[in-house]
């Protein structure tokens, strides 16, 4: 039985949701584990090319189920907060941007604390005009965690990164497009079939090449140019070498739309 994450496949795109909607897709440990195990396989199924992260019911996911911290107080208990993340949390984050295709976030409803942790991880993130954001962590006396403190400054910068930290003040789909929290916003009712066209186009992707660009330009941020460009030049050889990169070709002189394979 599930502990609380669904998954859909629909050609080449992998959809996970998270399905605790009564806690808005609040995360307890089985939960955790069990979006971890399926990240895990995802990242080595050669058939998925693209992997989707959305909430079931009005929210995205709101983080940590406090329920389950607020009972291992009620049970006397001292969390290891550095083990619990180690555990959970930041094997998620390292799923979420080493996986070798695109992961979006699909951000239906309220995505706060670690839920807004995990949607940055995402390489892409997509909002219904329903959609709001929280950092919530400083409201209950925690730090932002699951990678917010690395990803905030480099998606939105250290100003707004800040402002979301101290002020924790709940920000709408269309304020988060404005900061670039999130790069596309369609009204609510379109938002699973826009969506779902963006997610089958990745699909339809040059995944070898996603993969490497995806990796470039992550590792880009702890490199300087010099690295970079050879860097570059290992991938190129890599992407050149592909069938994906010869069908582009061929598609782009035949004036027609590649086929691409993934491979
Ligand atoms: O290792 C570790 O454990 C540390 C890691 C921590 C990572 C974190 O994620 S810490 C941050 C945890 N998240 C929060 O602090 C967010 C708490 N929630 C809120 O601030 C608000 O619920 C929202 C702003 C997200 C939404 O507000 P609103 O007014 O739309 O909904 P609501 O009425 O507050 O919540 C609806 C229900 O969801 C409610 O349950 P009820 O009363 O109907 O039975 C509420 O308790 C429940 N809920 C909301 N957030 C959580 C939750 N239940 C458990 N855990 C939650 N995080």
Redesign the pocket.
Known sequence: MSAGVGLRGEGGVAWVTLERP???N??DSPAKQELLDTLQALAVDPAVRAVALTGSGR?FC??????E?AGLYEGGEV?D?RA??EEH?NPIVRLLTGMPKPTVACVNG?A????L?LALACDLRLASAAASF?L??T??G?IP??GATWHLPRVVGLGVGLELALLNE?VDAEAALRLGLVSRVWPAEDFAAEAAALLARLAAGPTGAFALAKRLLRDSLGTGLGAALEAEAAAQSAAGASADHREGVAAFLAKRPPTFGGT
């Open positions: 009564a806690a808005l609040a995360l929210a709101v983080g940590q189920d406090l329920r911290l969390p907060f619990r993340l949390y309220i706060a604390g670690a839920g942790s929280t919530a962590f409201g209950i925690l965690d699951a709940r």
